[in-house]
C-alpha cells in the first residue's frame, strides 16, 4: 500500500536487486525480485517489513478498541463518538486491504487477480473520502451546536443516516476508479523476469485530470470548510467565556454593595426594632401536635418570613444546579471540540504531503521517489494515530481501552462518562437530574443504572442551613 510506483519506470533498488515500486491512488504494491547476494541495503528491506507490521498491528488494535469501546457502550454512544467509529471503520479497513500490497511486496508479484486489483484500489480511495467527508460533518455539527445552539439538534438516528450519505457519496466519487484500475503483464528492465501489476491505466493525463479535481472535492474544498467552522467555534467559545467573566465581574460587585448595605443595618439597629423583638421573645410559640407517620410534615404554623426563605433557597438552589448542569455542558463540548481539532489536524498533516506529491508527478514533475514513498508511508501511519489520540484526550476512551486490556467483561468498571461529547438524550437526562421536592429540599443523583457515579443531595439541616451531602 504504502510504496510507490516507477517511481515510473525505474526499479527501487532494496538489497542490492530490483523492487519494482507500483504506484495507486492512495496506495501502491511493490514488485520484482530480489538479490539476495548484496545485501548493501538489506537493512532498508527489513525496516520496511518490521515497519509495516507494527503499523499494521497497532492499527488493528486501536481501531478495534475504539469501535468496541463505543458498540459495547463504555462510553456513551453520542453524536462524536458515533462519527469517530466511522473514521475508525474507515482506518481498519485500509490496514485490512493494504495487506495485499505487502504480500505483493513479499511475493514480487500481484497475485489477487483483477477483480480484486480493482475491489481494494477502489476501496482505498474510498477510506480517504469518507474521513475527509466525515470530518467536515462533525466539525459542522460542532459548529451548529456552538454558534447556533437554539437550533434543533439532531437525534442519533438522523447522525446514522449523515454517516451513510457520507460513505454513498464517497462510493459515487470514486467510481470512476473501477474503471481506470487493471491487471499487466510486465518486465523488470533489469533482471527480465515478468510479474503482473496492478495499476492504473488512463497515463499521466488522464491522472492528472481525475486527481486535481478528485483531490478539490475531497480535500481543498472540504479543509476551507473545516477551517471556517473551527475559526467560527474558536470566536464563538471567546466570546462566551468574555460574557461569563463580566458577569461573574458584576456579580461579585453586586454582593459587595449587598454586605455593606446589610452591615450597616446591624450596626445601627432602631429601637422600634428592637422591642419588635423583645415582645416576639417574650411570647412562647404554641407547640404544634407532632405529624403522623405517614403524613407528610405540615407547614402550618410556621412563620411565613420562615416559609419564604425556604422558597428563596429552593430557588437558588435550583439555579445553582441550572448553571452547574450549563458550566458541565459547555466543558464536555470544548473538550470534544479539542479532540475534534487535534484529529482533523493530523489527517491533514500526513495526507497533505501524498496529495501533493501526487498531483505534481502527475502533471510531469520530476518526484525524487524515496520521497514519494515516504509520503505513502506516513500516510499508512494515519490508520493508527487517531486511537492513540482518543486515548490521550478523552479520559472516558482511555479508561475504556484499560478496561479491555484488562479482560473487564463488566462495563460497570468504566466511568461511563458521556465521553467527549453528548447527545441530546443525554442533554435531556442530565437536565432531568435535578429533583426538587415539594419540602424545600432538592436531590441531585446521577442516572447511572449502574450506581458509579457519586449521587450528590442538596439538604435543609435543623438550623434552616443548606449543605450538600455527596453519597459515593
Known amino acids: 500500500m504504502f510504496l510507490s510506483e516507477e517511481i515510473y519506470g525505474k526499479p527501487l533498488d532494496i538489497g542490492g536487486g530490483t523492487e519494482l515500486i507500483t504506484a495507486r491512488n492512495n496506495t501502491t504494491s511493490i514488485t520484482g525480485?530480489?538479490?539476495e547476494e548484496n545485501g548493501s541495503n538489506g537493512g532498508l528491506y527489513i525496516g520496511v517489513v518490521f515497519f509495516y507490521t507494527f503499523v499494521a498491528f497497532l492499527g488493528l488494535l486501536s481501531n478495534t478498541f475504539v469501535l468496541l469501546t463505543v458498540f459495547k457502550r463504555y462510553v456513551s454512544r453520542n453524536t462524536v463518538n458515533t462519527f469517530l467509529c466511522s473514521l475508525a471503520t474507515s482506518d481498519l479497513l485500509m490496514v485490512i486491504l493494504s495487506m495485499m500490497d505487502f504480500a505483493t511486496f513479499l511475493n514480487g508479484t500481484w497475485?489477487?487477480?483483477e477483480v480484486l486489483c480493482k475491489i481494494q484500489s477502489y476501496i482505498l480511495e474510498i477510506n480517504f473520502t469518507a474521513s475527509t467527508l466525515t470530518l467536515v460533518a462533525v466539525s459542522f455539527e460542532r459548529y451548529l451546536l456552538i454558534?447556533?445552539?437554539?437550533?434543533?439538534?439532531?437525534?442519533?438516528?438522523?447522525?446514522?443516516?449523515i454517516i451513510g450519505a457520507v460513505w454513498l457519496i464517497a462510493f459515487l466519487i470514486c467510481s470512476p476508479l473501477l474503471h481506470g484500475y487493471a491487471v499487466t503483464e510486465e518486465m523488470n528492465r533489469e533482471s527480465g523476469d515478468l510479474y503482473l501489476r496492478c495499476h492504473n491505466t488512463w497515463?499521466?493525463?488522464?491522472?492528472?485530470?481525475?486527481?486535481?479535481?478528485?483531490?478539490?472535492?475531497?480535500y481543498l474544498f472540504p479543509f476551507v470548510l473545516m477551517a471556517f467552522a473551527h475559526w467560527r467555534i474558536s470566536l464563538s467559545i471567546k466570546e462566551n467565556n468574555d460574557r461569563r467573566a463580566s458577569a461573574s465581574a458584576q456579580s461579585t460587585l453586586i454582593k459587595e454593595k449587598k454586605s455593606s448595605v446589610c452591615y450597616t443595618i446591624r450596626e445601627e439597629p432602631s429601637s422600634s426594632t428592637s422591642t419588635e423583638r423583645t415582645a416576639v421573645e417574650e411570647v412562647e410559640p404554641t407547640p404544634a401536635p407532632p405529624p403522623q407517620q405517614d403524613s407528610p410534615p405540615s407547614s402550618k404554623g410556621l412563620p411565613k418570613s420562615f416559609l419564604r426563605s425556604i422558597s428563596g433557597l429552593s430557588t437558588r438552589t435550583r439555579s445553582s444546579f441550572a448553571a452547574d448542569r450549563e458550566i458541565y455542558r459547555r466543558e464536555k463540548r470544548v473538550k470534544a471540540i479539542r479532540l475534534l481539532f487535534v484529529v482533523t489536524i493530523t489527517f491533514f498533516m500526513l495526507w497533505t504531503p501524498f496529495i501533493i506529491l501526487r498531483l505534481l508527478r502527475d502533471a510531469g514533475v520530476h518526484v525524487n521517489k524515496y520521497l514519494y514513498t515516504f509520503s505513502e508511508i506516513i500516510i499508512f501511519s494515519s490508520t493508527a494515530v487517531n486511537g492513540f489520540i482518543y486515548a490521550f484526550i478523552s479520559r472516558p476512551f482511555r479508561n475504556a481501552f484499560k478496561a479491555i486490556l484488562c479482560c473487564r467483561t463488566h462495563r460497570?468498571?468504566?466511568s461511563r462518562d458521556s465521553g467527549p461529547s453528548m447527545s441530546n438524550s443525554e442533554d435531556n437526562r442530565l437536565a432531568n437530574r435535578g429533583n426538587y421536592s415539594s419540602r424545600g429540599s432538592v436531590t441531585y443523583s446521577s442516572d447511572n443504572k449502574n450506581g458509579n457515579a457519586p449521587k450528590i443531595?442538596?439538604?435543609l439541616n435543623a438550623n434552616g442551613h443548606h449543605h450538600m451531602v455527596n453519597d459515593v
Open 412 to 414: 460497570d468498571a468504566v
Open 457 to 459: 443531595y442538596s439538604q
Open 203 to 218: 497515463g499521466l493525463k488522464g491522472e492528472l485530470a481525475f486527481y486535481s479535481t478528485y483531490s478539490a472535492i475531497t
Open 33 to 35: 525480485s530480489q538479490n
Open 111 to 113: 497475485v489477487f487477480g
Open 147 to 161: 454558534c447556533h445552539p437554539y437550533m434543533k439538534r439532531r437525534s442519533i438516528k438522523s447522525i446514522y443516516k
